[in-house]
Structure formats: C-alpha cells, structure tokens
C-alpha cells in the first residue's frame, strides 16, 4: 500500500491562519469531489475557523480519564478504519495526554500515513526541534512541545502562512485570536512586535532553506548541471595575496546590485593540505567577507580552474570574481592561467576578471626556500656518497666475471637510494654521477676506459642515473614539504588562536602583547609610540627620548626600535619592538598579524577614553540648554498665571464676587503647585546629572507599590485599572522612586487619554526582569520622537503643550536608570501609547 502524502501549513506565530488554511483547503477538496474528513481541529474560541467547520464530517475525538480531569485526543484507529481520502489534522507538535497509544501527535499522524491516507496538519516555527533555543533566548519562553525538524522535512509539501507582525496584532487587539480578558497580556509579552519579526524571520528563513533543499534535489535528480539563477549567488576565488582585498570589496558592490543575492569566497588548497597564500592575508579577507555578510570557504584541488567551477556550480552560483593574473607575459606563454582556463570552462556562469595593482608583477616569496634537511643529515649523506661509492667499487671488483652488470648496477642503485635518503638532492646526484663513471671505468666492457662497446649497458647507466635523480628529488620534496606544513599547521593555530582571542572580546593590549610574547617565547613584548613634536628621523630609531612605551608585557621593556632584537613598523609613530631572540623572516607575516590586531585594539582603547571625556561636557552642555528652554517655557507659564491672577485680584477698578475671588485664587494655587513641582523636578533632575540623587534599593512588592502609586492621582485615579499579579517576583527598586514613577507615568496617560478611555497598568515577568506596562488609548506618539520625548523641556516642537510631554518623563527615566531599570515606550495595537518599565528580579536587599 502507498504512503499517504503529508502537507504542512508552517507559520511564524499562532493567529497567523494556519489552522484557516488548512480547512479552506479541506473544503476546496470537498468542493473536487475528494474524500475529506476533519480527524482533529481546535478552533480555540476564533468564530471564523469554527464557520469552516460547519458541513464538514468529523471523526469522533477518544476521551481519556488523567487525574480527575477529561481531555480529548485524536483517535488514530477511528480515523483508519474510516478511511478518508484526506484528513485534517491540526497541531502536529502536540504532546498527547499519557496513557494515550503515542506520546507525540506527529507520531500518530505517522501511522495514518503508513496507513495510505494523505493528511494536512499545522505546525508553527517556534516547535521545530533545531530553534527551540534560539525561540526561547528570543522571547524568553521556552517551548515544550517540539517536534524532530527531520518529520517536518520529510513533509511532501510546506506552505508558508505569513502575516506581518503589525497585522497579528490588529487581529489580536480586534479579539479574533485570542478572548478579550487575554488580549493585553498576550500583546505585552509574546505577541511585542520584536518577537514577532525575529519569528517572521526564522520561518522564512527555514521555507527558504527548505525551497533551496528542494531544488537541490529537483536537479541532481533530473542530472541538471548548469545554473538556474533562482537567486544571485557571487563566489569570489581568493589566493592569498594582497589583491585579495580588492576582489572581495567589487564582489560585494556586484551582490549588492541584486536584493538578496549571496556573497561567498572560496579558496582553494593543494590536496596535500598547504596553502599557497599568506594566511594573514587570508584571515584578514574572511573577516572582511563576513563583516559584509558573506560567508568563507575552503576547498581542496590541484587543478584550481575546475576546483572553483565545482564549487561554484555546487552552491549554484551565478557570477564568479576573478584576479587579473600575477604573472608576467613570459609565464603566460607556456599556460593560459586560471581565468583564462575557469572562463573557458564556464558555461552559464558569468565570470568577472578584475584588475588590480599586483597584476603582472610576477609572483614574489619572502625568502628562498631553505633546504629542507639539517645541515647534519646533509653532511653524513655527502660522507657515504664519497666514502661508499670507492667502497662497494672496491668490494666488488674481485666478484667482477662473476656478477652481472644489471646486478651490479643494482648494488651501485641501492646505495644512491641510501644517500637520497639520507642527504638528499645534492649527495645523491653526486653519487649517481660518480656511480655511472665507476661503473662505465671497473665493470662496463672494455674495463679501464670511458667507453662502452654494448648499446645496452648505455641504456642501463642512464635509466641508473635517472632513477637516482627521481629518487632524490622525491626524498627532498617530502622533507620540504614536511616542514612547510609543519610551519604552515603552527602558524595556522597561531592565527585561530588570535582570531578566537578577539572574538571573546581579550583585545585588551597587555592581552595581545602577552599571546604574541607567549607564542614566540620572547622575553618581552613592547608597544613603542613616537612623542609628538620629535618628528620622522632615522636617528630617532636609536633615541629613548623619541618614544614613549604604551604597553609593554615580560622582562625589562624596550625603549626605543633599535634595542628590540625584532622590531614590526605598524605606521610612522608606531612600532612593536620584541626582545629575547631573533625570529626568522617566516614568522614574519604572523607577526604582522598580531600587529594589525594590537594597532585595532589602541584604537578601540583611545576612542572609548575620548567617548568617556567627551561625555560629561555632552552632558553639562544639554543640561544648559534644557534649563534655558525651561526658563522661556515651563517657567513662564505658570509664573504668568499665577501673577495674572494675584493682579487681578490686587486690582481696586473691579469689584470681584466672591465665586470670582475664590476661582482667581484657585487659579493661582494651581499654578503655584505646578512651578513648585516643576522646581522639585529641575532639582532632582539636576541631582540625577550630578549623580548626587540619594537611591535606596531594596526588595520590592509591585502589589504594594502600584496601589500607592495610583491613590496618588488623586481624582484621577477612577480611570486607573491595575491588573497586577501578586505571584510576580519581588523587584529591586527604591519604593519611593518608583511610586513617583509610575504616578507620573499614569497620570501622563490619562491627561492624553480620551474622555471615558481607561488607562490600564499591568505587569509580567520575562527571565531575570519585569516588565510594568502604562496602557492608554490616547493618540500615541509617532516612532520617530520615541526618543525624543526623553529630552528635558521638550514637548514635540515646543508649539503644543498637549501634542508630548515635557520634564515628567526625562525624570522618570532619569529615576528609573537610576534604579537599574529602563523605561522605554511602544505604540499601543489600535491606537495609543504604551510606557513599558522594566526592573531587575531581587535576589536580596541591596543598599546604594
């Protein structure tokens, strides 16, 4: 019997209309004639699902007995012996009630496929197996239902159900996900917009994943080889050098030129596993290809040209970067290169040949290869071969009309492959010169003469000689490249070490000079600057005076380049000087390495010491100006109402009524109690920037402070509706602060509020914080001046007194960081503003 086929409808979030979906399409199956039952759907309350499921034929749920309660779960043996065409079965995370036949329902939707019935179920990102903790660091709920990301896969067909975070919430605040009384918690925690587009993300990110895998497959099972461009893919091909830079910066200006379009670089290795480019250079462009967002590769191929095609048709890229060629004419007449050969093989993809300024100056090394044995096996291997060589000839001269010639070419071959073994290339060839002449002079007819009378034995010396030098050639090549890769492994760990080491965030100087101190053994490492006014002269490299030490790790520190026995110029004031021992010119490039690091991380240190001072005067400046703005603005105002109405009152011309003396007295009351507010408020702010304002944290109960805080409105307080759990954790807050707080922040939301609109405060826990929310219904605030209402005196343009708000809430915030927390707003679904506070869990009294 065939497997029934299984189709997903995924969604980043519930609400989006999976479950919608999913019966639209049942009923669409219905409307074709198709077999269509509904084996289990839960409408959760939401009218328009439960409409979807009138007429349709549904199978009857098992009930189950668990502790005293009944549940109901999809019955798996009613739903096969039914024997539907299709059937609808929402869900697929879910964890089925113990007792039932399978803990999981994906593991009964399993048996339902074996059983050849196709089937239609739901499940949203956040139950995928591979993000349950990425969901949970995200909204800081973890997920308990999950499912293998492996069954999803295997799933015949997904279809992605999206919906903007912005529209979810509009659903939710209409009421059409979740019963009203749910709502406003629901909106305050999961549902914020942040959560909701870094799931949004997740779920198209993994469709496309899946698409991708998809059309993997489509074209490895059709044999399909070329490239479908699908999407813009640039690979750009590394070696190592210099220009490398350069070809990754054009690389990313042509990906950019397409939205979504992937960058990635790719180098590629001898199948022995060495390198051919500098690994600094090399470390240097990965960092540099993934702070443009591309990713980095390496491959293995003798035969770069197709090395790089396989590649670039492996990740079905469309557009290849190239270098111009380093090499010179001469060297291009014997080979075409490798653009010219990728390009020649291509097909579909584009290939780009970019110049740069190393084009055609030839391939350069540092230094020469050294040789690649010690100087002691060299000087044994040249002993034997003068020493051996008279000796087997002396040896075997008596057994002359006995042996062979081939034999003893053999005896003279063995011994040449003894001095390659041990001395290498040169005591080898030497030997195997030497061999053919005693050869041809003691044992090849006529004997005693250069000569030699036998076609044959001619043949026989030369393939003597050749193999000799084969031989040779090959023991030396491998010695070499055995040090080389032993160069290349240490400094490869070198550098992964120091890139680990600036990743973890260790850039601190000392850190970086005591690593390269320790990875070189050197006896100190030392960070030189030239002292401003000395100027760039060559005696300065000998004067002490001249330079100043900026960090320094070890023994005794240099203090000027010449007293270092190692010395690397990172710029024309800069130098790390390096005391113990001389480093060979090998080194050099690791060395480079750690200086660019070390020059990144005095940068960093200088730019922070410069934020750190230009911070107060930032400050002291802003506090200026905001008190000359509450000079001509909230100053003046009151003061002129009270003086308006103490005039009136003063003035003899008209006889007030009492009812108009008591409303001009009122009048200036009010006004006065607004200046002195105002002036309590200017005095704290100023204490706040001071960092003088006395703060007394302390375990602290929201269902104590939050009552207090609202009987404070005064008349205010019947538009106030608080919904406060008393389960919430204790917080660490200063409870005086933070009743003015919240007072400030509701009464704020009710004089912006409609007439007959309540302002509602609630308050939720999200990992080691709470979160206290001000909801009002008012107009809001546009994102653009969220920040800006922070601003001392400022109330959105200065023109309005109704349109922002002006110190209360640079206090508030003033208050609040200073009590640990943040304060922060956010627009309120369906309209309106929502400030939401948040303050550190207590783990014990604490006394600032």
């Known amino acids: 019997m065939p497997r029934g086929r299984l189709r997903i409808y995924l969604g980043a979030a519930p609400g989006v209309g999976k479950t919608y979906a999913m019966l639209c399409e049942g009923r669409r199956g219905q409307e074709r004639g198709r077999d269509v039952v509904v084996g289990f759907v839960e409408t959760h309350g939401r009218a328009r699902t439960a409409t979807l499921l009138e007429g349709m034929e549904i199978v009857p749920r098992r009930t189950l007995v668990y502790r005293g309660a009944t549940f109901t779960e999809l019955d798996v043996d009613a739903v096969i012996a039914r024997r539907p065409k299709i059937a609808l079965i929402d869900e697929l995370a879910h964890t089925n009630v113990p007792g039932s036949r399978n803990v999981k329902r994906w593991e009964d939707i399993e048996e339902i496929l074996d059983a050849g019935i196709d089937v239609i179920s739901t499940v949203n990102i956040q139950h995928l197996e591979s993000l349950n903790d990425v969901v949970q660091q995200i909204t800081g709920i973890p997920q308990r239902e999950t499912v293998p990301d492996e069954v999803v896969r295997r799933a015949d067909q997904i279809e992605l159900v999206d919906m903007s975070p912005e529209a979810l919430r509009r659903r939710m605040a209409h009421g059409n996900v979740y019963a009203p009384e749910k709502v406003d918690a629901a909106l305050s925690n999961y549902f914020r917009v942040g959560n909701l587009t870094a799931l949004r993300e997740l779920a198209l990110l993994w469709a496309a994943g899946k698409v991708d895998e998809q059309l993997d497959r489509y074209r490895a099972d059709h044999g399909i080889e070329g490239t479908w461009e699908a999407r813009e893919r640039v690979v750009v091909a590394l070696t190592g050098g210099p220009e490398g830079d350069t070809l990754v910066r054009r690389a990313a200006r042509i990906a950019a030129r397409t939205t979504g379009a992937d960058l990635l670089a790719v180098h590629v290795t001898n199948s022995d596993g060495l390198t051919g480019g500098d690994p600094a250079n090399l470390a240097r462009q990965r960092t540099l290809v993934e702070s443009m967002g591309g990713t980095y590769h390496q491959v293995i191929g003798d035969d770069i040209p197709r090395a790089l095609l396989d590649f670039a048709r492996g990740v079905n890229a469309t557009q290849l970067v190239l270098g111009a060629s380093r090499r010179g004419r001469f060297a291009q007449i014997f080979s075409r290169g490798v653009g010219v050969e990728t390009t020649a093989h291509s097909g579909s993809i584009d290939v780009h040949m970019i110049t740069h300024e190393e084009a055609k100056k030839g391939r350069t090394r540092s230094q020469r290869s050294r040789a690649a044995l010690t100087r002691k096996r060299r000087l044994i291997g040249w ?130 000079l005591g690593r390269m101190r320790e990875t070189f053994g050197l006896a100190s490492v030392t960070l030189l600057e030239r002292r401003p006014g000395t100027g760039s002269m060559p005696d300065d490299q000998t004067d002490p005076d001249a330079w100043r030490i900026i960090a320094t790790t070890g023994g005794t520190p240099c203090t000027s380049p010449s007293a270092a026995d190692t010395d690397v110029m990172i710029d024309e004031n800069l130098v790390l000087a390096a005391r113990g021992r001389l480093l060979a010119a090998a080194d050099r490039r690791v060395l480079e390495a750690f200086a660019a690091e070390i020059a990144v991380a005095l940068r960093q240190k200088r730019l922070q010491e410069e934020a750190e001072q230009a911070r107060p005067l930032a400050e002291a400046d802003r506090m200026r100006t905001a008190l000359l703005a509450a000079v001509s603005h909230d100053l003046r105002t009151p003061l002129a109402s009270a003086k308006a109405a103490v005039d009136s009152l003063r003035s003899t011309e008209i006889d007030w009524s009492p009812e108009d003396r008591e409303e001009l007295l009122a009048t200036a009351d009010e006004s006065l109690g607004r200046l002195d507010r105002l002036v309590a408020n200017l005095l704290d702010m100023s204490r706040l920037q001071a960092g003088v304002l006395g703060v007394a944290l302390q375990p602290v109960a929201l269902e104590e402070v939050v009552p207090r805080a609202i009987d404070d409105l005064g008349p205010l307080r019947e538009r106030v509706d608080g919904d406060i759990s008393i389960k919430l954790p204790e917080i660490v807050a200063d409870p005086a602060l933070l009743e003015r707080v919240l007072a400030n922040l509701m009464a704020n939301a009710v004089r912006y509020s409609p007439p007959g609109e309540r302002v509602l405060i609630t308050a939720s826990r999200h990992r080691e914080h709470v979160e206290i929310r001000v909801i009002d219904r008012g107009p809001g605030i546009p994102p653009e001046a969220h920040e800006r209402v922070f601003m001392p005196f400022q109330r959105l343009g200065d023109r309005d007194s109704h349109a922002g708000v002006g110190l209360g809430l640079a206090l508030s915030r003033g208050l609040v960081e200073a009590m640990g927390g943040t304060l922060a707003p956010d627009e309120t679904p369906g309209g309106g503003l929502t400030m939401i506070l948040t303050m550190p869990i207590s783990s014990g009294a604490v006394t600032v």
């Open 383 to 512: 002993a034997v071969a003068v020493l051996g060589m008279p000796s087997l000839t002396a040896a075997l001269s008596p057994f002359r009309d006995v042996i062979s010639l081939p034999s003893e070419i053999l005896f003279f071959l063995c011994l040449v492959i003894g001095v390659a073994l041990i001395g290498g290339t040169g005591p080898a060839i030497t030997a195997a010169v030497g061999g053919s002449l005693l050869l041809n002079w003691y044992f090849t007819p006529p004997i005693g003469e250069f000569t030699i009378s036998d076609p044959q034995n001619l043949f026989a010396l030369v393939v003597f000689v050749l193999v000799a030098v084969a031989v040779s050639w090959i023991v030396d090549l491998a010695a070499r490249r055995t040090r080389e890769a032993a160069h290349a492994s240490a400094d490869a760990e070198v550098l992964a070490t120091l890139a680990g080491h600036m990743l973890r965030g260790d850039a601190a100087l000392p850190s970086l």
